[in-house]
């Protein structure tokens, strides 16, 4: 029906031009007009008719090629997550097999390097699978002091090492136990238009970021987080696949 309709189009379009342009030609012939005026009407006809033909034409074709781009932009996006998603949960499921699948009284030491491997599974695939430039991954392992603490634990992405500590009992170490203990997503779009709060202005390079509880039902393992230099890097439906790998980073240091 498409192939069809185009080509009505081909042969309409300018059969609709040399109508028009005849109808002007008629129009000065009853007009009695005649050499040069007759000339000049027949032509400006002729050019306004292919302007205003052209124009809704030359606009439909530009938006049939920008339609088109951006329908292969998306599927290239989605071919590529997709990609980065086997190559990350096959590796993940089969490091969190090889744990689940051994007696907790033989695990030791093997357990902790493949808790490790987990680890380092989740930011790559993190850091990667949401498509923007030189995203980081990082992991903020929970430890029971006095007062609790969140603090760095590995990170993935561009080369800069997160340096925040969230401290329970200060504001931005409250808003973090917070998301923590209630199993709470959060997203900042701008850190500096809407910064969250306990907020510190200045020395982060990022602009926007994820955050998202590492934890099962029963325990609290700390935070990933994943942010951007620019605004528009992460958006709000990014969040689900970042909740993916966090609660499968969960289940492995469960196990």
């Not at 302007?51 to 951006?70: D, F, I, K, Q, Y």
């Not at 926007?208 to 509880?213: L, Q």
């Not at 620019?230 to 990014?238: K, N, S, Y």
């Not at 696949?241 to 609660?247: D, G, I, K, L, M």
């Amino acid at each position: 029906m498409g192939v069809i309709s185009e080509r009505v189009g081909k042969v309409a379009r300018p059969l609709a031009v040399t109508a028009a342009t005849a109808a002007w030609v008629i129009g000065a012939v009853l007009n009695g007009l005649s050499g040069w005026s007759f000339g000049v009407t027949a032509g400006a006809g002729a050019a306004l008719t292919a302007l205003a033909v052209g124009l809704p034409l030359w606009a439909e074709r530009r938006a049939r090629v920008r339609a088109a781009t951006a329908v292969q932009i998306a599927e290239d996006a989605a071919a590529r997550m997709q990609l980065v998603l086997d190559d990350a949960l096959d590796p993940l499921t089969y490091l969190i097999g090889r744990i689940t699948d051994r007696p907790r009284w033989t695990r030791g030491r093997e357990l902790l390097e493949l808790q490790g491997q987990a680890k380092a599974v989740v930011l790559a695939a993190a850091a990667e699978v949401l498509g923007s430039d030189r995203l980081r991954a990082c992991y903020f392992a929970l430890v029971e002091d006095h007062p609790p603490r969140l603090v760095p634990a590995g990170f993935h992405g561009r080369a800069s090492a997160p340096r925040t500590t969230f401290v329970a009992g200060t504001p931005l170490g409250d808003q973090a136990f917070q998301l923590l203990r209630q199993r709470e997503d959060l997203f900042c779009q701008d850190a500096r238009a809407r910064p969250p709060s306990g907020w510190q202005p200045g020395g982060h390079d990022y602009r926007t970021f994820i955050a998202v509880p590492v934890a099962t039902e029963e325990r609290e393992f700390g935070v990933l987080t994943i942010d951007g230099l620019h605004v528009g890097d992460l958006t709000e439906a990014d969040v689900a696949a970042v909740r993916v790998f966090a609660r499968l980073l969960a289940i492995a240091l469960a196990a």
